[in-house]
C-alpha cells in the first residue's frame, strides 16, 4: 500500500484504543473502527487490515471476550466485550504510555537556557 | 482457552473470522451506499480498505498457530515421508527399536511390580520389614521369638506399630464342608499397622491377644466361597481347627497379607500360640524363633534410627538371656516393599541390566545405520542449505526423524510387552512376590517414553554431529556422490562400543548358564519321579497326640496296601522344598553352652521315608517300627551332617542333644544309628545342608506331609488317596496333593527364567553387534569400491584386497573384545554372588565368549571383504 500516513502510531496503540474503546461498551469489529475514528475526529484510520488481527491475538491472550450476537441493523455479528484481563491490561498500558508521553514532552520541550 | 482446546477449535475459529469479515465488508459497503456511492464502487472502496481478505483471514489463522508444535508436525509429516521412501531402512530401524524396548519394558515392568511400586497400604514408606540378624549366619534375616519380639515391641520408641505373623495351616469348618486354608498368625494391631478398614466388622483388639480367645477376620474369598458372602457371619462362631473362633471382620477384597501373597484365607490371633499344646507355649520360648515382623515407623524416623534403637533392645536382651539370645544382638529394619522382594531382586536387576545392553547395542546399529543413509543424502541437505535452511534447521529435521523412529519402535515395543509379559508370567509362577501384579502402568509407559526420548539421542545425535560438522556446499560441487565421508571414525567406535557390550553379555550370560547347568546337573539325593506328597491336617484338639500317631500309622498302612503304591511315609518338611527348620544340638563327647552349640537342619520321618524318596542307607541302619516312644532315642543324619560335625570319625553310634522338645523329660540324648544319602532340602543352594532325621514316633509334632512312591504315573493315585483318608475321617481335607517331580519344575523355574532370558538377550545382542560389524563394513567397501579398483588395476593383488578389509574388521573386533574383556570381568564380580560353583572369572566360559564372538564376527567381515576382493576394476572406474 502506497498510503504514507502512518495509522499505526507505535506497537500497542491499536490494542489499547480498542481496549479503551470496548471499557465504555461491547461492540463488533465495525463499530470499533466507526468508534475510534469518530471519537479521534478523524485523526485516527483504523485499518480493517491491521484490526482483525489484533482482535485475534487479543481473544487467544484472553484480553477480551467475543460472542455472536445481532446488531442494531439486523446483522449477525461478532461482538467483543473487555475481560477483567483486558481491564487490567489496559490501565497497565495506559499507565506505561503516560509515562512515555512525560518523557516525550519533556525531551521535545524547549531547552532551558 | 488453553492450546489444546485451540488445535481442535481451530476450524471453527477460521470460519467464524471469515464471517466476521464478510459481515464487516457487507456492513462497509452499505454504508458507503448510503452516502450514495454505486454498489459497485463501495464494494471495490471496501475492498481496498481492508486489503487482500485471504491474506488477512491468513494472518488471523497466524494468531492462533501454536507455532513449535506445528513446525515439528510438520517435520514429523516430512520425516515419515522420508522414512515411507526407504522402506528397508525402516523397517530394520524400527524392529530393532521395538525388540530393544519392549524387552525393556518387559523386565522394568516386572522389576515395578516386584519391587519399586509401593504396597497398596497406607503411607508405604513408612512400612518397614524388621528381622534378627544371627550373628552366626549374618548374611539372612532371622526371625523372632514370641518373648523377643513383646520386648521389642514394649521398649521401642520408634514404631507406631510392630506386628509379627507367622503361617500355618488351618481346617475350617462351620459351612457344608471342611476346608483347609492358608493362615497367618498375627499379632493384634494388624489392620491398623496397614491403615486397612476391614471390609465388614472390625479388626483384631488387644486382649485377644490373651490365652483362651480365639478371633478370626476372613478373606473376602473364603468369605464368598464358604459362607455365601452373609454379612450375618461377623459375630457368628465358626470352627477353625475343632475350636470355635468369632468371626470378628472381614478383609477388603483383593487384601493380601502377607503383601502379595494372595492365598491365605484366614487371620487369626496369637491367643492361639499362647495356648499351643508344649508344655511351655511358644509364645514363652525365646529360644523358639519363628515369626516374621513387620512395622510402621512414626513419622520423621528413619530406617536407619529404628535399627539404631531396636540394636540398643537386642543388645540388652542378650545380655540379659546369653543361652538364647547371645548371637541375636543385631537386628535389621528395611523399606518393607524391597525386602519382601527379597532374592528375586539381584536376578532382576541383573536382568535390567542385560537388557539395558541390548538397547545401548541397538542403538549404536541404528545410528550407523542413520550415519549411512545421512551419507547417502549428503546432496538433500546442501540443496536444502543452498535454498536457505540453516544448519540448525536441517539438524532439528534429523532429530525429528530419529524421534519419529523411536515413538513407532516405542509403540510398537509396549505393545510387544504387554503381549509377552502375558506369557511369560505363568512361568514364573508365584516363586517371585507380587510378580503376577505385573502391569503396564504409568510408571513403565514413563520409563518406555524415557527410553524412547534417551533413544533418540542416543541414535540420533551421531548423524547430527555429522551434518553439523559437514560442509554442504562441497557436497553440493562434487554431486554429492564421492563426497568426502569423515563419519569413518565415528561408525568404528560404535562397532567397537557394540562388540565390547556384545561381550561382556555374552560372558554373563555364558556364566549363569554354566551355573545353572552346574544345578542341574547336581545330584539331588532322591529320586523325585513318581512320588506323590500331600497333606492332612490334624486338629490339635480332636487329634491328642496318641490318637495323631495312631491316626498316621492306619493311614500308612492302607496306603500301603492300595494297588500300585510302592512305599508311604511321613515327611515334615517335604524335601525340596528349601522349607527348613534349623535346631542347636549339644555333642555328648565336647559339650558346649548353648549360645555356642552347633546347630542344623531337623527333619521328623516315619520308617518307610529313605525308601519312599529313594534317599540311600549309606551307614548303619534305618529307623523302624520299633523305634517309638518305649524304645531309646535315636536319630540318623546324612552324609552332609557327618562330615561337618564328625569329620574324620565314625558318627553312627554317637550321642548328640537336640535342642527340639515336645513333652516332658525332653530334650533326651540321642544316638545316631544310620547315615544316609544328601537328599535335598533345597534345590537352588550350592551344597547339601546337614540334616538330622528324627523318628516320628518319638517326636510327633503336627503338620507332616504324607510321600507316597507309585508304581506308574503318581497322579493317579489321588483319588485313591482322597477315599482312603476320608474313610479314615470325612472331616479332614486333603491339600497340597503334588508330585516331587512338579516341585523340582517350579522350584527351577525361578531359576530358569532368568537363564533363559539372559541367554536370549545375550543371543540378540550378538547378532546386533554381528550385523552392526557388516553394516560398517559393506558400507565401507561400497564407499570405497573406486579405490580398491584403482588399486587392482595398478597390480594390487584379490588377497591384498581382501586382508585391506579383514584388518580393518580385526582392529575392531579386537578393540572391542580388549574393552569388553575389562567389562565382563567387572560385570562377573557383580553378578558372583548368583553363581553356584561357577568362579565368576572363569578363564574357560571367558575364552569361550570372545571365541564365539570373534567366530561371529569373522562370518559377519568375511562376505563384504569378498566383494572388495571382487571388485571389477573397469566396472568399478567407468561407473564414476
Redesign the interface.
Known amino acids: ?1 502506497k498510503n504514507t500516513e502512518r495509522k499505526d502510531l507505535f506497537p500497542g496503540a491499536l490494542e489499547m484504543m480498542v481496549l479503551q474503546t470496548l471499557s465504555g461498551q461491547p461492540l ?3 463499530a470499533l473502527v466507526q468508534h475510534i475514528q469518530r471519537n479521534s475526529n478523524d485523526l485516527l484510520q483504523v ?3 491491521s484490526l ?2 489484533a482482535l ?2 487479543m481473544l ?1 491472550s ?1 484480553l477480551v471476550k467475543a460472542d ?1 450476537g445481532v ?1 442494531s ?1 439486523g ?4 461482538i467483543y466485550e473487555i475481560s477483567e484481563a483486558g481491564a487490567k491490561h489496559l490501565a497497565q498500558e495506559v499507565r506505561s504510555f503516560e509515562r512515555m508521553l512525560e518523557g516525550i514532552r519533556l525531551v521535545l520541550s524547549p531547552v532551558k537556557p | 482457552m488453553n492450546w489444546i482446546q485451540q488445535l481442535f477449535s481451530r476450524r471453527q475459529l477460521d470460519r467464524d473470522l471469515a464471517e466476521e469479515i464478510r459481515q464487516h465488508m457487507e456492513e462497509k459497503v452499505e454504508e458507503l451506499m448510503a452516502g450514495g456511492l454505486p454498489r459497485k464502487d463501495a464494494e471495490l472502496a471496501a475492498r481496498r480498505a481492508f486489503g487482500n481478505p485471504a491474506s488477512l483471514e491468513e494472518q488471523g489463522r497466524d494468531v492462533w498457530r501454536w507455532a513449535a508444535v506445528e513446525d515439528f508436525l510438520t517435520d514429523v509429516r516430512f520425516a515419515l515421508r522420508q522414512l515411507r521412501k526407504s522402506p528397508s531402512f525402516t523397517l530394520a530401524c524400527i524392529l530393532t527399536l521395538a525388540l530393544g524396548i519392549g524387552a525393556n519394558t518387559v523386565v522394568f515392568s516386572v522389576v515395578n511390580a516386584v519391587v519399586l511400586r509401593p504396597l497398596p497400604f497406607a503411607q508405604p514408606e513408612r512400612l518397614a520389614v524388621v528381622g534378627a540378624i544371627d550373628a552366626r549366619r549374618p548374611e539372612e534375616i532371622s526371625d523372632f521369638s514370641y518373648p523377643n519380639f513383646f520386648d521389642l515391641r514394649k521398649d521401642n520408641t520408634v514404631f507406631e506399630h510392630l506386628v509379627s505373623f507367622r503361617s500355618t495351616d488351618a481346617t475350617l469348618t462351620g459351612s457344608s464342608r471342611p476346608v483347609h486354608v492358608r493362615a497367618q498368625i498375627v499379632s493384634w494391631d494388624l489392620f491398623p499397622l496397614l491403615g486397612i478398614q476391614p471390609a465388614l466388622g472390625r479388626g483384631f483388639v488387644r486382649q485377644e491377644e490373651e490365652s483362651g480367645q480365639r478371633a478370626v477376620v476372613l478373606s473376602h474369598e473364603v468369605w464368598r466361597d464358604e459362607f455365601g458372602g452373609d454379612p450375618g457371619i461377623v459375630g457368628r462362631s465358626v470352627t477353625v481347627d475343632s475350636q470355635p473362633h468369632t468371626v470378628v471382620g472381614i478383609a477388603p477384597r483383593d487384601f493380601a497379607f502377607p503383601p502379595g501373597d494372595r492365598t491365605v484365607g484366614v487371620w487369626l490371633t496369637l491367643g492361639r500360640d499362647a495356648d499351643s499344646s508344649t508344655i511351655t507355649p511358644i509364645t514363652k520360648q525365646r529360644g523358639a524363633r519363628l515369626l516374621s515382623a513387620l512395622a510402621r515407623l512414626k513419622p520423621g524416623v528413619s530406617m536407619r534410627q529404628a535399627r539404631a534403637q531396636l540394636d540398643v533392645v537386642a543388645a540388652s536382651l542378650a545380655r540379659a538371656y546369653p543361652d538364647s539370645n547371645k548371637n541375636m544382638a543385631k537386628t535389621q529394619v528395611l523399606p518393607a516393599a524391597s525386602a519382601l522382594a527379597g532374592e528375586a531382586k539381584g536376578p532382576l536387576f541383573l536382568l535390567l541390566g542385560a537388557v539395558g545392553l541390548v538397547l545401548l547395542i541397538a542403538c549404536a546399529n541404528i545410528a550407523n545405520l542413520l550415519l549411512s543413509r545421512t551419507a547417502e543424502r549428503s546432496r538433500e541437505f546442501a540443496l536444502r542449505a543452498a535454498i536457505g535452511a540453516g544448519q540448525g534447521r536441517i539438524v532439528r529435521q534429523l532429530i525429528t526423524e530419529s524421534l519419529t523412529l523411536s515413538v513407532i519402535g516405542c509403540g510398537l515395543g509396549i505393545a510387544a510387552a504387554m503381549w509377552t509379559a502375558q506369557f511369560l508370567l505363568p512361568l514364573v509362577g508365584d516363586a517371585v512376590p507380587r510378580i503376577q501384579e505385573t502391569s503396564i502402568d504409568g510408571r513403565v509407559l514413563g520409563f518406555s517414553v524415557a527410553l524412547a526420548i534417551l533413544t533418540t539421542v542416543l541414535f540420533g545425535l551421531a548423524p547430527a554431529i555429522r551434518v553439523a560438522k559437514s560442509d554442504f556446499q562441497a557436497g553440493l560441487r562434487e554431486g554429492g556422490r564421492s563426497v568426502t565421508d569423515n563419519s569413518d571414525g565415528l561408525r568404528g567406535a560404535l562397532c567397537v562400543g557394540q562388540i565390547a557390550l556384545g561381550l561382556v553379555l555374552l560372558s554373563a550370560a555364558s556364566l549363569l548358564i554354566a551355573s545353572f547347568v552346574q544345578l542341574l546337573r547336581r545330584d539331588l539325593g532322591l529320586q523325585p519321579e513318581r512320588v506323590l506328597s500331600f497333606s492332612v491336617d490334624l486338629p490339635g484338639k480332636a487329634y491328642p497326640k496318641p490318637r495323631q500317631l495312631s491316626f498316621h500309622s492306619e493311614l500308612l498302612d492302607r496306603l500301603a496296601s492300595l494297588p500300585g503304591v510302592e512305599a508311604a511315609a511321613l515327611a515334615m518338611p517335604l524335601p525340596l522344598t528349601g522349607s527348613q527348620m534349623h535346631i542347636a544340638f549339644n555333642i555328648q563327647e565336647r559339650p558346649a553352652r548353648p549360645s555356642e552349640r552347633p546347630s542344623s537342619d531337623m527333619a521328623l520321618v516315619t520308617p518307610g521315608y529313605f525308601k519312599t524318596i529313594g534317599a540311600p542307607l549309606l551307614q548303619g541302619r534305618g529307623f523302624t517300627e520299633r523305634d517309638d516312644d518305649s524304645a531309646p532315642p535315636v536319630l540318623v543324619v546324612n552324609r552332609a551332617f557327618a562330615d561337618r560335625f564328625f569329620p574324620g570319625e565314625d558318627a553312627v553310634g554317637k550321642w548328640i542333644q537336640p535342642g527340639a522338645s515336645t513333652g516332658p523329660g525332653d530334650p533326651k540324648m540321642r544316638q545316631i544309628i544310620g547315615i544316609v544319602g544328601n537328599a535335598r532340602q533345597s534345590m537352588l543352594k550350592a551344597a547339601a545342608d546337614p540334616i538330622y532325621y528324627f523318628p516320628y514316633k518319638q517326636l510327633p509334632w503336627c503338620c507332616a506331609s504324607v510321600v507316597v512312591r507309585s508304581a506308574a504315573a503318581p497322579g493317579l493315585l489321588e483319588p485313591e488317596i482322597r477315599r482312603t483318608v476320608s474313610a479314615l475321617d470325612k472331616q479332614l481335607p486333603v491339600f497340597d496333593v503334588v508330585t516331587l517331580d512338579t516341585i523340582l519344575t517350579k522350584g527351577f523355574a525361578q531359576a530358569r527364567v532368568p537363564v533363559y532370558l539372559l541367554g536370549g538377550f545375550a543371543g540378540i545382542a550378538l547378532l546386533l553387534t554381528v550385523v552392526g560389524l557388516y553394516g560398517v563394513l559393506a558400507y565401507s567397501v561400497v564407499r570405497r569400491t573406486r579405490e580398491f579398483g584403482v588399486r587392482i588395476a595398478l597390480g594390487a593383488s584379490r588377497h591384498e584386497v581382501l586382508g585391506l578389509v579383514l584388518r580393518r574388521a580385526t582392529r575392531l573386533v579386537l578393540t572391542g573384545i580388549v574393552l569388553g574383556l575389562a567389562g565382563a570381568l567387572a560385570v562377573g564380580r557383580l553378578i558372583s554372588q548368583l553363581l553356584i560353583g561357577v568362579s565368576s572369572t572363569s578363564p574357560l566360559l571367558l575364552t569361550a565368549a570372545c571365541v564365539v564372538l570373534a567366530l561371529t564376527a569373522a562370518s559377519a567381515a568375511y562376505f563384504p571383504a569378498r566383494r572388495a576382493a571382487s571388485i571389477d576394476p573397469v566396472r568399478a572406474l567407468r561407473a564414476e
Do not use: F
Open positions: 500500500m463488533h469489529g465495525y485499518e480493517e487490515g482483525y488481527p485475534q491475538r487467544k484472553g455472536w446488531s441493523t446483522r449477525r455479528v461478532r
